[in-house]
C-alpha cells in the first residue's frame, strides 16, 4: 500500500484551510479570494489556472452565505431586476480575464478597491454630497444601483478578489438599509456572479478540478458560518470590519502590482 506523499497531503491541508477561512471572510466582507488565491499559487498552479479555479472553487461559500443570511435579504422585487444586470456584467468581465492581457487591469484593481473602501469608509460625508437614498428619485437610485452591480459584476468575472467590498460600498451609497440587509445582498449577487464564472470558466477555462474538490466544501462551511457572525454584528462594526479588510486587500493587491 503507498503512503501518500507528505508535500501532497501539506498541499491538501493548506487549500482546506485557505477555504474555510475564505468562505468565512467574503461572507463577513469580502476579500476571501486573497487567501485561496496565493494558495493555490502556493501548491504549483500557473498563475491563470490559479485565478479561475479560484473563481469556481469560492462560489459554493457565496451560496452557504445566502443561505445564512436569506432572512436579512431585501424584499424579491427589490433584488430580482439586479440579476440579469449582475450576470450581463460578470460574462463581460470573464471574457475580459480569457481574452486580454492582465497586466493593465492588474494595476488598476488595487485603486478600484481602495477606492470602494473608501466610498464606504466616508459614507456620510459623500451622501450628503450626493444626497441621501432616501433623497434620490426613483429613477436615478435605479439607474445608480444597476450602474454599481454592472460595475462590481465586471471585476468579480475578471478577479473576484474584495468583490463584497465593492459590492457593499456601492450598495450602501444606494440604499437606505441596514449594514445586515446590504450583507444579505451582497451575498446574493456575489453567488450569481459565481455561478456565471463556474459556467464560463467550466466550459473555457483552465480549471483545476482537483484543487477546486478541495477548496469549495470548506468555502461552503465557512461561508454558512461567516454569514451568521455577519448577522449578529452591528452595522457600524461591520462597517469598520470591512474597511480595515478593504484597505489591507487594496494595499496588498498594489504592493504585489508594482513588485
Same mark, same amino acid.
Given at each position: 500500500?503507498?503512503? =501518500?506523499?507528505?508535500?501532497?497531503? &501539506? ?21 476571501? /479570494?486573497? +487567501? ?18 479560484? /473563481? ?23 433584488? #430580482? =431586476? #439586479? ?17 486580454? =492581457? ?7 484593481? =488595487? ?8 466610498? &464606504? ?30 460595475? *462590481? ?13 465593492? +459590492? ?20 446574493? #449577487? /456575489? ?28 468555502? #461552503?462551511?465557512?461561508?454558512?458560518? *461567516? ?7 452591528? /452595522? ?14 487594496? *494595499? ?8
Amino acid at each position: 500500500m503507498d503512503v =501518500p506523499d507528505a508535500g501532497l497531503l &501539506l498541499d491538501g491541508l493548506l487549500l482546506v484551510v485557505a477555504g474555510l477561512a475564505a468562505g468565512t471572510v467574503n461572507a463577513v466582507a469580502g476579500g476571501g /479570494s486573497l +487567501l485561496t488565491f496565493p494558495a493555490l499559487l502556493a501548491v504549483g498552479l500557473p498563475p491563470v489556472a490559479a485565478n479561475v479555479s479560484n /473563481s469556481v472553487a469560492v462560489c459554493p461559500g457565496y451560496l452557504a452565505a445566502v443561505a445564512g443570511s436569506r432572512t436579512d435579504l431585501p424584499p424579491r422585487r427589490d433584488w #430580482l =431586476p #439586479l440579476l440579469p444586470t449582475a450576470v450581463v456584467g460578470t460574462l463581460g468581465g470573464c471574457l475580459l480575464l480569457l481574452g486580454t =492581457p492582465a497586466r493593465a487591469f492588474e494595476l488598476v484593481v =488595487p485603486f478600484l478597491v481602495l477606492a470602494a473602501t473608501a466610498v &464606504l469608509a466616508f459614507q456620510g460625508p459623500l451622501r450628503r454630497l450626493v444626497g441621501h437614498p432616501r433623497d434620490l428619485g426613483p429613477r436615478r437610485r435605479t439607474v445608480t444601483l444597476h450602474l454599481m452591480v454592472a460595475v *462590481g459584476a465586471v471585476y468579480g468575472g475578471y478577479f473576484g478578489a474584495a468583490l463584497g467590498v465593492m +459590492l457593499v460600498a456601492g450598495l450602501a451609497l444606494v440604499l437606505d438599509a441596514t449594514m445586515a440587509r446590504v450583507s444579505a445582498l451582497k451575498n446574493l #449577487l /456575489s453567488a450569481v456572479m459565481g455561478l456565471t464564472t463556474i459556467t464560463v470558466f467550466a466550459l473555457f477555462g483552465p480549471v483545476n478540478w482537483a484543487a477546486v474538490a478541495l477548496v469549495a466544501p470548506a468555502t #461552503l462551511v465557512g461561508g454558512y458560518a *461567516g454569514a451568521r457572525l455577519a448577522r449578529r454584528l452591528p /452595522s457600524a462594526v461591520l462597517r469598520v470590519v470591512i474597511v480595515i479588510f478593504g484597505t489591507a486587500i487594496g *494595499g496588498y493587491l498594489l504592493f504585489r502590482a508594482l513588485r
